[in-house]
């Protein structure tokens, strides 16, 4: 017996289950703009925030990255311990890049968000395809950590400043009170510490 076509829905009725995938695109607010918020902040305040943040938010973004290729490309005797430890500060990176591009947009900005902004935006030198032994991927991540920590504490000064204490506590409490842990961490690892003594 021969199977029944398919039926195409023609009535409206049946179109009311059929997804309208086919739409015009459209942006609803521009990169650049602030919409307005009652949230006591002068608009001012609000565009420097976002700004400060939106360029916080590239580099933790490439930091992110940076720790997971790293996570992947580890090697040597330490390999174990640093696969671990910076699959721990990648998923700590992961949500302060969360957290800021939420305080952007609660700022009534537009966050960053896709990887070719991010490559376009970040001040953080771009590592090589291939992989790199232990102390150059480690001093790598501790470089990106002092770009980050710098804009962090200028940012926080920033806020302090034009009244924005929300951005001011972000900076300091979750990127300067991640990071330095996370830097101090990894500095460890670079201590000139032999892994055996030879008998004296």
Do not use: C
Not at 98 to 122: C, F, K, N, Q, Y
């Amino acid at each position: 017996m021969a199977k029944k076509p398919l039926k195409v829905a023609k009535t409206p009725a049946d179109a009311e289950a059929q997804p309208q995938y086919k739409v015009e695109y459209r942006e609803i607010q521009p990169y650049g703009s602030l919409k307005s918020l009652p949230i006591a902040l002068e608009d001012n305040a609000r565009a420097q925030s976002v700004a400060i943040l939106n360029q916080v938010l590239a580099d933790t973004m490439t930091l992110r990255d940076m720790y997971k290729k790293h996570h992947w490309q580890m090697s040597g005797a330490t390999f174990y311990q640093l696969h671990l430890l910076l699959d721990t500060h990648y998923e700590a990176q992961a949500e302060l890049v969360d957290m800021i591009a939420e305080r952007i947009m609660a700022l009534g900005g537009i966050s960053i968000a896709m990887a070719p902004d991010v490559a376009e935006m970040t001040r953080i030198p771009r590592p090589p395809k291939g992989r790199e032994d232990v102390p150059t991927q480690i001093a790598r991540l501790l470089e990106a950590h002092e770009i980050i920590l710098r804009q962090a504490h200028e940012g926080a000064e920033q806020a302090d400043e034009s009244g924005d204490d929300g951005t001011n506590d972000l900076l300091v409490s979750n990127i300067i009170r991640t990071g330095e842990p996370q830097v101090w961490f990894l500095a460890e690892h670079l201590a000139a510490t032999e892994l055996l003594r030879g008998d004296k």
